[in-house]
């Protein structure tokens, strides 16, 4: 049964493997992914050398994380890249990373959760949903993403009555997502959960498009308004260094 798995990392120092899945239900003119298909933390040399090897089959897959248990004592799995809920066989990939006690991050714009997956993710013993929230707005959803907002509000909603962790995340995009609509975002989060965590992430410009990286000033600003209704984080704070090696593709 083939995934949609197309790369995965491992940060050795944080015992975490990202695995990265190819395709995505959104368009996003931002999205990090059109400056490079791999995971941008790799060196400029292993950039080079990477080639597309097809996706990986589930069976393919598990071997990789079994070894990756075995050589590394990994702990922990993220599941992003582009899209994870594209597909088919997520459900079964969280049962089995579950299974194997790991702890599972997944990354996802939270517009199509099957109730299969709502199942897995309720049953997790260490899962965590991390949702990224584009816009509240439905004209610039529909608009920059190319999807309703709706199904996005509906499932956090049915994610938030099943007891499923979530943690939000949203871009600070001058002009398309400031420091205002951030605020408006911590606003509706306290509204509809309880001690909301919202990561703020400063928008790293795309080439041939129209918005700028923000500045520390208005990044202090967006944090400093949403940290009136929810814990804020950043990436920058969060992460910590580590070395990097390739699982797949291998040489
Ligand atoms: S939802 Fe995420 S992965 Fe998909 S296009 Fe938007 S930024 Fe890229």
Redesign the pocket.
Known sequence: MSTRISHITYYVDLRSAYVQFLG?????P????KLTPWDHHLGNDELARLRFQGLLGINEFLEIIDSAINQYGMEEAVLG???PTIDSTLPIIVRELNNRKLRIRLLT?AYEISNELLNELRQCRDCEVVI?I?TLDPNRHIKY?GKSLEPVLRNIKRLVENDVKIVFETVLIPGLNDVNDIEEIAKYLANITRDPALIIDPLIPIPGTPWRRPTQEELNEAMSRADRYVRVMTHEKIGRPSRVVVLHPRP
């Open positions: 995505c239900n959104f368009n996003c931002w999205c990090i992914r890249g582009e899209e714009n990224g584009k993403t």
